[in-house]
């Protein structure tokens, strides 16, 4: 099975081409996966700005198409490919649109059909395109509890199964990623800000500073599963007015600040999944997302699923930030499950749920 993917839910215009084999536990070869990123576009305005996204999309999806299938030295895939994968939602409705014309107009032009594709459950799905990661696990995965947590999204699941999702708890406000953007252009880093605040947390060497930074951890204790960030971004605005202008530009407040604001995240993100594997008595952790990159996060999620003996699976860092591969990957899993009925009735919903 040969699938043309297409995502454009928010600043990053990608397609890919892969090939998928199988049934229960697929095989996935990736033949091209092109991003093209609008980062440098948008960081004078310190995050993504929707009309200017749509008309790069617009601009950038033909040309990214080009250079996916040269990638795959694939001049012939005019005539191979089975499948074309688009995602609908949710994201930038103007952003998503773009994406959905273009794999319409594909679909009619190659007679081949389109599947809608959730972005939420293709950040999860993505931990199974690679072979080693899930090859000694198989039944031992289900059921688990997911975290896909980005600049848009923070979410928890329950997953019972491919395609059998619960959402156990969400954010209220602001996305764990969308909190380091705001956090980040109150210290004066760049966008985005979730590298940029990683970056200069792990330049604090020595921590044995008479200055001091204590945050709080929103919700952490609250029995629900619900997340909210932007109580955070505010309490770091309030430390940050309060200090005097030389403290503010200082290296080492900037760097204390940018360690206790990413571990304050890290702490909610891992006390509130950790406490819904045990209550669930998953089997293991699934992660997703941009913010998944994340070394912090990423070690403390190790830690913990060990300490619980449950497995944990994380994406490559590359297939964490937003790509077609993982929206080829959830095309082949819902073509699975589906197969192709009703294809032809496709459109963008920024506010898609997942289950």
């Known amino acids: 099975m040969n699938i043309l993917a297409i995502e454009t839910s928010c600043d990053d215009t990608c397609v890919a081409l892969v090939k998928a ?56 895939w005019r005539t191979k490919i089975d499948l074309i994968g688009v995602t609908i939602g949710p994201g930038l409705e103007p952003c998503l649109w773009v994406g959905v014309n273009f794999a319409k107009k594909l679909s009619q032009d190659l007679e081949t059909p389109i599947i809608p594709i959730n972005h939420i459950e293709a950040h999860i799905l993505v931990n199974f395109v690679s072979k080693s990661q899930i090859s000694n696990l198989k039944s031992q995965i289900f059921p688990a509890v997911c975290l896909v947590v980005s600049g848009g999204h923070t979410q928890l699941i329950w997953m019972r199964d491919f395609g059998n999702y619960e959402i156990l708890g969400e954010t209220r406000d602001d996305a764990a990623g969308e909190c380091f953007d705001k956090i980040a252009r109150i210290l004066g880093l760049g966008y985005p800000g979730g590298p940029a605040i990683e970056s200069e947390a792990a330049k604090l060497q020595n921590t044995n500073y008479k200055l ?144």
């Open 21 to 76: 084999t199988g049934k229960k536990w697929p095989k996935f070869k990736i033949l091209s996966n092109i991003v093209s990123s609008q980062v440098k576009i948008h960081r004078k305005w310190g995050g993504v700005y929707p009309a200017l996204a749509k008309r790069e999309h617009q601009k950038n999806l033909p040309m990214v198409l080009k250079r996916a299938l040269k990638k795959a030295k694939s001049a012939s």
């Open 212 to 355: 001091q930074i204590k945050l709080p951890r929103p919700m952490i204790f609250q029995k629900n599963y619900d997340f909210s960030f932007s109580g955070l971004k505010t309490a770091v605005l309030y430390d940050f007015k309060k200090r005097p202008p030389k403290v503010r530009k200082s290296k080492i407040y900037i760097r204390k600040m940018a360690k206790e604001s990413q571990r304050a995240i890290v702490d909610v993100l891992t006390k509130k999944t950790f406490k819904a594997a045990k209550e669930y008595k998953a089997k293991s952790l699934i992660l997703g997302g941009g913010v998944a990159a994340n070394k912090e996060l990423r070690k403390q999620f190790k830690v913990q699923s060990s300490k619980l003996k449950i497995n944990f699976l994380v994406p490559p860092k590359k297939f964490c930030t937003d790509n077609a591969a993982m929206i080829a990957a959830s095309t082949y899993y819902q073509w699975l499950k589906r197969g192709t009925e009703g294809w032809g009735e496709i459109g963008a919903d920024a506010n898609l749920r997942l289950g």
